[in-house]
């Protein structure tokens, strides 16, 4: 049988978008190969399932239209199939001057975004919340917790009920592209099976730039993995804060900072924070690939991102490898948490795309061959923003195959 669409990754923009093709074209044959036996183990699996609202992007950015259709999108398809999800609401929390500064910008481009925002002062705020502390803050409505796995479960339930065939436990270990159609090659309990397709898509996540080096299709960046570290806060506390209670992020840093997030199932988590990941599946406290080290250290764009990035790295790292440096982040806005809070909770890797000059890619990066077209870069919110951008994605490919 040839495919007329073959979707590798069964993260949830993987799912997305083969969901969404057989829902355009309920004629086409559509493939989704995942290696593992579930879906949704890796990025998506490991967030902290926040449907977010698009507070941190740029006015008119692809991410910020993305992810204002993404929060009604993904609570519109849970009510539709009765996944669980609550909109809590995020509170942002200055601590400093300098973050009442960084507020005020942040709120302005909150009102740019059209996004339902209000500004809370030091007296409204502890009225809100009765254990956390700040100078101020403000509230963001548009913000919900959902467990994504189980969204992702969902989407694919729907893809093979229009038609679609879902293949788990598949790994693709080599593709070949031939004028006429794309050839996979996938190892199954140690047997290779081969599928042939007209047309391909690549969501791999952190595996993105090596699916594209599969096809020989030049490229200038790399995956440099993340890990961002997490703790769970008793049971006691499951009650501690009423929102998502988020920090006041720097502007010239990538990531957000450690923050204190209700999940769904009732539990409280704090993090993530952000250390250079020595293996890209590396989920548990040590972990090590010599594949992933080697890849990492003869490309010319890690040792310029360490180099660029090296106070905070250091910082970070020793607030991972040292408990109280880590406590004392959530303490500024939770000052009653102590050491003994802070139980273990599963890392998860972020799939940074960097760029051969140092450059960490914030935004979507494609790339393509005549047959192809490999996600390589589906910058955060992604969970959030997954059904946009798999629409987004079906019509690049529709474009492209007419």
């Not at 809370?120 to 403000?138: T, Y």
């Not at 990492?296 to 180099?307: D, H, I, N, S, Y």
């Not at 051969?356 to 790339?367: C, I, P, R, S, Y």
Request: with cysteine.
């Amino acid at each position: 049988m040839v495919y007329d669409y073959i979707v590798i990754g069964g993260g949830i923009v993987g799912v997305s978008t083969a969901w969404q093709l057989q829902q355009r074209h309920p004629e086409k044959k559509v493939l989704l190969l995942e290696k593992e036996s579930v879906y949704s183990k890796h990025q998506t699996g490991h967030n902290s399932g926040v449907i977010h609202a698009g507070v941190y992007y740029a006015p008119g950015s692809l991410k910020a239209k993305f992810c204002k259709a993404g929060v009604k999108a993904t609570m519109a398809f849970c009510d539709k199939h009765k996944v669980p999800y609550e909109q809590c609401g995020k509170l942002l929390v200055a601590t400093t001057e300098l973050e009442v500064e960084r507020m005020q910008a942040l709120f302005k481009r909150c009102q740019e975004n059209e996004l339902d925002v209000e500004m809370l002062s030091a007296e409204q705020l502890k009225e809100r919340e009765p254990n956390v502390v700040g100078l101020g803050g403000f509230f963001v409505k548009d913000t919900a917790i959902v467990n994504y796995q189980q969204v992702t479960t969902k989407m694919a339930e729907e893809f093979v009920a229009l038609g679609g065939q879902a293949l788990l436990n598949h790994e693709v270990v080599g593709l070949q592209e031939s004028p006429d159609k794309v050839t996979v090659n996938a190892a199954h309990y140690g047997a290779f099976k081969t599928f042939e397709g007209r047309f391909l898509i690549t969501c791999s996540g952190l595996m993105a730039d090596r699916t594209t080096k599969m096809l020989g299709i030049p490229t200038d960046f790399q995956i440099i993995p993340f890990r961002g570290e997490y703790y769970k806060l008793p049971e006691k506390y499951n009650n501690i804060v009423n929102y998502l209670i988020y920090p006041i992020p720097d502007p010239d840093l990538p990531f957000l900072g450690v923050h204190l997030t209700r999940m769904i199932d009732g539990s409280v988590t704090v993090g993530p924070n952000a250390v250079q990941g020595w293996k890209r599946e590396g989920y548990g406290r040590i972990n090590m690939s010599l594949r992933d080290i080697g890849d990492m250290v003869r490309f010319p764009g890690f040792w310029r991102v360490l180099k660029k990035n090296l106070k905070t790295g250091l910082v970070e790292t020793k607030n991972s490898l040292w408990k109280p440096g880590y406590l004392k982040l959530v303490q500024k806005y939770c000052p009653q948490l102590e050491l003994s809070d802070l139980q273990p909770y599963p890392a998860g890797i972020r799939a940074q795309a960097v760029l051969k000059d140092g450059t960490l890619v914030h935004d979507f990066l494609f790339a393509e061959s005549p047959r192809s077209l490999h996600v390589c870069n589906a910058p955060s919110p992604a969970a959030t923003s997954a059904i946009p951008i798999g629409q987004y994605i079906c019509e690049k490919v529709l474009e492209r195959c007419e």
